[in-house]
């Protein structure tokens, strides 16, 4: 049974920085894109990052350019999520998503995680 299982998430300040961490286990994880999704309170599910198979492709929400990276360690059978320059409205739980194509819908993505929080405030 595949199971996705989240961790990294805490409370940080303003400008603070947090690193996800995304393990996989019950298959391999070379032929599926990876992606992080976050859930604030009144707000939609939305997409944070995404990863292609091999690593060599990435996409990012805008809101977090140039803030967050997303990566992939496929031996370990985990996928990661930088997070620097960290604001208030960072603030959500972020799950992390598998599926077999690389694209940012939610629909897309087969196996998700429990979820974990990320706090941002001062």
């Known amino acids: 049974q595949t199971q996705l299982v989240e961790s990294g998430g805490g409370v940080v300040q303003p400008g603070g920085s947090l690193r996800l961490s995304c393990a996989v286990s019950?298959?391999?994880?070379?032929?599926?894109?990876m992606a992080w999704f976050r859930r604030a309170p009144g707000s939609e599910r939305e997409v944070v990052a995404a990863?292609?198979?091999?690593?060599?492709?990435?996409e990012y929400a805008d809101s977090v350019k140039g803030r967050f990276t997303i990566s992939r360690d496929n031996a370990k059978k985990t996928v990661y999520l930088q997070m620097n320059s960290l604001k208030p409205e960072d603030t959500a739980v972020y799950y992390c998503?598998?599926?077999?194509?690389?694209?940012?819908?939610?629909?897309?993505?087969?196996?998700w995680g429990q979820g974990t929080q990320v706090t941002v405030s001062a």
């Open positions: 019950g298959r391999s994880v070379e032929s599926y894109a």
């Open positions: 990863i292609s198979f091999s690593g060599r492709a990435t």
């Open positions: 998503a598998s599926g077999p194509l690389f694209r940012t819908e939610a629909d897309d993505y087969h196996y």
